[in-house]
Nanobody, 124 residues
Framework: QVQLSESGGGLVQAGDSLTLSCAAS????????VGWFRQAPGTLREVVAA????????WYPDSLKGRFTISRDNGKNTVELKMNSLTSEDTAVYYC?????????????????WGQGTQVTVSS
């Protein structure tokens, strides 16, 4: 079991960068693949990045490649999401999620553990 909490959200200007952090307060993240998701009002939750338990493999949707970067530090029990060139379309609640095992998944239903989310608001 693992308990996750996100931090780093806030209000930023269009074009700014922001780094979100996902920390495990209970359990060890090193044996879990982790995904970052976001959900804007009235929309479905969508994956924005995923990383294998080792950190060797990462995945991004084509629309976010080059702008979002996921990384992890298993020694610190954290996974980060760095977001560059933010636009108002990036405004959403961002969640990290974990599933035991090495491989990451693209779908929210594949993840067993979720944080409470952190709000990111980008003003234009």
């Amino acid at each position: 079991q693992v308990q996750l909490s996100e931090s780093g959200g806030g209000l930023v200007q269009a074009g700014d960068s922001l780094t979100l952090s996902c920390a495990a307060s209970v359990g060890t993240l090193s044996t879990f693949a982790v995904g970052w998701f976001r959900q804007a009002p009235g929309t479905l939750r969508e994956v924005v990045a995923a990383i294998s338990s080792s950190g060797i493999s990462t995945w991004y949707p084509d629309s976010l490649k080059g702008r979002f970067t996921i990384s992890r530090d298993n020694g610190k029990n954290t996974v980060e999401l760095k977001m560059n060139s933010l636009t108002s379309e990036d405004t959403a609640v961002y969640y990290c999620a974990a599933v035991r095992g090495g491989s990451y998944y693209y779908h929210a239903s594949s993840y067993d553990y979720w944080g409470q989310g952190t709000q990111v608001t980008v003003s234009s």
